[in-house]
T-cell receptor
Framework: GAVVSQHPSWVICKSGTSVKIECRSL??????MFWYRQFPKQSLMLMAT?????????EQGVEKDKFLINHASLTLSTLTVTSAHPEDSSFYIC????????????FGQGTRLTVV | AQSVTQPDIHITVSEGASLELRCNYS??????LFWYVQSPGQGLQLLLK??????LVQGIKGFEAEFKRSQSSFNLRKPSVHWSDAAEYFC?????????????FGTGTQLKVEL
């Protein structure tokens, strides 16, 4: 199957700093990428959908200025958590949908963010 | 709006026993249904998916699921569980909007396997 890679796998940052998480589709072109957030022992909540070359569509309740999403190429999307605070600590997962595949999206391995 | 319910938060089975994880969905049209497995601290791995056609879907690792429209269910089954199957299992329903597949996940079922 198609491979989606997230980097870093885990990151610890100080409160007030910004953190960038990368999501790459390694062997296919991803026209659409999705960013999810998962709290401990809870399900995944969709944060935003990004299409290559256009602005991301954010889900209700997700702060656009807090979680900056860029999808500048067909193989890379980034999520930047700006001015991070401890409540932003979470597991962030991306998924990518290939142009040639009608419905299935492939998931990255996730990034554990801890804000101290 | 679409939604997914996984009634069982935790399930414990003995190794070698059969398994059924329940999933009920709510969706206005024909749903696209998925089962994913997540190991601790890891991303999601797709076990199987249903888009159309045969309502009994075969997946990886010996899993299967049956789509029952009348019951709005998509239960996951495995005839004989292995200790390595212990993980979190998520059912999801997808909506094809704007060319993407926006997934709504259930709350997950934590599977514990007793040796």
């Amino acid at each position: 199957g198609a491979v989606v890679s997230q980097h870093p796998s885990w990151v610890i940052c100080k409160s007030g700093t910004s953190v960038k998480i990368e999501c790459r589709s390694l062997d296919f072109q991803a026209t659409t990428m999705f960013w999810y957030r998962q709290f401990p022992k809870q399900s995944l909540m969709l944060m935003a959908t990004s299409n290559e070359g256009s602005k991301a569509t954010y889900e209700q309740g997700v702060e656009k200025d807090k979680f900056l999403i860029n999808h500048a190429s067909l193989t890379l999307s980034t999520l930047t958590v700006t001015s991070a605070h401890p409540e932003d600590s979470s597991f962030y997962i991306c998924s990518a949908r290939a142009r040639s595949v009608n419905t299935e999206a492939f998931f990255g391995q996730g990034t554990r963010l801890t804000v101290v | 709006a679409q939604s997914v319910t996984q009634p069982d938060i935790h399930i414990t089975v003995s190794e070698g026993a059969s398994l059924e994880l329940r999933c009920n969905y709510s969706y206005g049209a024909t749903p696209y249904l998925f089962w994913y497995v997540q190991s601790p601290g890891q991303g999601l791995q797709l076990l199987l998916k249903y888009f159309s056609g045969d309502t009994l879907v075969q997946g990886i690792k010996g899993f299967e699921a049956e789509f029952k429209r009348s019951q709005s269910s998509f239960n996951l089954r495995k005839p004989s569980v292995h200790w390595s199957d212990a993980a979190e299992y998520f059912c999801a329903v997808g909506a094809l909007t704007g060319g993407g597949n926006k997934l709504t996940f259930g709350t997950g079922t934590q599977l514990k396997v007793e040796l």
